[in-house]
């Protein structure tokens, strides 16, 4: 993997802007490798970017980052039972929230990927894109509740897959689609940080989607309590993966830009972002054996902390002030 990058020392590759706000060092984490990479702060839209990005970015992102695990998405849908469940928790967010649907959802609560298309108005017959889709873990989602276009392009998939739910998976990148302006809805989960050349996606977007249709972007925000109380140990900055953090001025700058106007935001962060950064600030990678993530029983939370963890995420949240968010943004020229 690499990858040709905009100058980036001199101006904002957002907003235009010259003036530096401050200078960070943020060590790798994720991994725990521990080399330091150097951000820059912009004083125009409060954007945090990555200053050189390393040439060969293969090694920061080890296999097990890759969620490519199609045989587990396809167990997920194995019997009619299961099936019925996923269904039932899909279209309580989407159409009628039936009780059922509420407890389904309370037992097992769908993904945030689902939750960020509530209240948009999508229906079943919408073309829907995922890019950046993984093996597709929303699709099948979406397909299995009766969607009936659904599509996932990710460009680090092995092989395309068609799954019993009628879901497609391929290898592909967005720029390598038809310019067709042929998309209802086009989603980029957690996708857009990791991308250099940020203008260039927006239109890439616009170029593939109807005049109305949305652009879904689920992104880490450095405008959170979590960026101001963490700084560079904050556990989405996740050096050298991000090469964009983006506030919700830099977002606008970008989708005007391009023809989008801002139809609604949805903040989700969670206790991720209190867990994370408080490891990072003790010297714990994230897939270290003591990390959360790998063994809550060795990590060193108890269970009422993650709870206090979780409910302060949804305080930030109802204030906007969480530290990662999904913008809805409709296609208006
Ligand atoms: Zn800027």
């Not at 695990?69 to 167990?75: F, G």
């Not at 309580?92 to 037992?107: F, Q, R």
């Not at 979406?142 to 290898?171: C, M, Q, W």
Request: proline share 5%; charged share 25%; with cysteine.
């Amino acid at each position: 993997m690499s990858t040709t990058f905009e100058s980036s020392e001199s101006q904002c590759p957002l907003c235009g802007t010259e003036q530096v706000q401050g200078y960070y060092e943020a060590e790798e984490m994720m991994i725990g490798l521990r080399e330091r990479f150097r951000y820059c702060k912009c004083s125009g839209c409060g954007s945090l970017r990555l200053m050189e990005p390393p040439a060969d970015l293969s090694k920061y992102y080890p296999s097990e980052y890759y969620s490519y695990d199609w045989k587990a998405v396809k167990e997920g849908y194995a019997t009619r039972l299961k099936r019925a469940f996923r269904r039932l928790r899909v279209l309580s967010v989407l159409e009628d929230p039936s009780t059922l649907g509420k407890i389904a959802n309370l037992v097992r609560p769908a993904p945030k990927q689902i939750e960020c298309l509530k209240g948009l108005g999508i229906s079943r017959d919408d073309f829907i894109l995922d890019v950046g889709c993984g093996v597709g873990a929303i699709v099948n989602e979406l397909a299995n509740a009766g969607f009936k276009h659904v599509r996932g392009i990710d460009p680090y998939l092995s092989k395309p897959i068609l799954y019993d739910t009628g879901a497609a998976v391929e290898t592909a990148e967005l720029n390598e689609l038809p310019r067709r302006e042929e998309w209802d809805v086009i989603m980029m989960s957690h996708v857009l940080e990791h991308l250099p050349r940020q203008h260039e996606r927006f239109e890439e977007v616009r170029l593939r989607l109807r005049i109305n249709g949305l652009f879904i972007v689920r992104v880490p925000l450095v405008d959170s309590a979590a960026w101001e109380k963490y700084g560079v140990h904050w556990v989405q900055l996740d050096a050298p993966r991000h090469f964009f953090l983006h506030t919700r001025k830099s977002l606008a700058i970008l989708s005007s830009k391009h023809g989008f106007a801002l139809q609604s935001v949805r903040y989700d962060s969670d206790a991720f972002q209190f867990w994370g950064s408080e490891q990072y600030l003790n010297g714990i990678p994230l897939m270290h054996h003591q990390s959360y993530a790998r063994s809550p029983r060795q990590s060193p939370f108890s269970a009422g902390q993650i709870a206090d963890f979780s409910r302060r995420a949804l305080e930030l949240n109802a204030q906007g002030l969480g530290d990662q968010a999904s913008f809805a943004f409709r296609r208006i020229n």
